[in-house]
């Protein structure tokens, strides 16, 4: 009876549970920088407006490319972590190698998307490059801006490859 049941996953227990080479305090780390720009920021356009009546033309601008910022570091730090969103009520349910194909499965997918911004994101900001984009409120070469996506995402798809090295070590050790 315990041969039948002994793929059968433990309650709690995740695939590839070991920590990451390069440990996601370095995202996090960055993560709190931007956000602590983006209050500074925020703070000074407020009391500015309330002060003068007028704001201050870069803080949109500027907070708007450090949300991205913010959204790829936080990105990569939950794949590196392990922490992603995703459904997992039915999943842990699941016998160990439905649950690691699942796994390859969504991470193959994310790899892809990831990817996918990484030449498209890179053609985009070629592209303001080559046409001399500039934004509208400033007039900065808007290349500069855009050059975050592409450059980001690729820390996300190492992030990814990561994760799915270490479900398949979990696997070899299963």
């Known amino acids: 009876m315990s041969d039948t049941h002994a793929d059968l996953p433990t309650p709690g227990l995740k695939l590839g549970e ?8 370095i995202e996090r780390f960055f993560a709190a920088v931007v956000m602590a720009a983006l209050c500074i920021i925020t703070f000074a356009n407020v009391v500015v407006r309330y002060l003068t009546d007028r704001s201050f033309a870069f803080t949109e ?3 708007v490319v450090l949300m991205v910022v913010l959204a790829l570091f936080g990105t990569a730090s939950a794949f590196a972590g392990d922490r992603h969103i995703r459904l997992t009520f039915l999943i842990e349910r699941l016998r160990k190698p439905v649950q690691r194909r699942i796994e390859y499965a969504v991470a193959a997918l994310c790899l892809i998307m990831f990817g996918l911004l990484v030449v498209l994101g890179a053609r985009l900001a ?3 490059y080559r046409f ?3 934004t509208s409120g400033l007039g900065h070469p808007q290349w500069l801006f855009t050059l975050v996506l592409p450059v980001l995402s690729v820390v996300v798809v190492l992030r990814i490859a990561g994760r799915l090295v270490r ?3 979990a696997r070899a050790q299963d």
């Open 126 to 128: 070629w592209d303001e």
């Open 132 to 134: 001399e984009v500039t």
């Open 18 to 25: 070991a920590p990451p080479r390069v440990p996601d305090s």
């Open 167 to 169: 479900v398949w070590r």
């Open 61 to 63: 601008e500027y907070s």
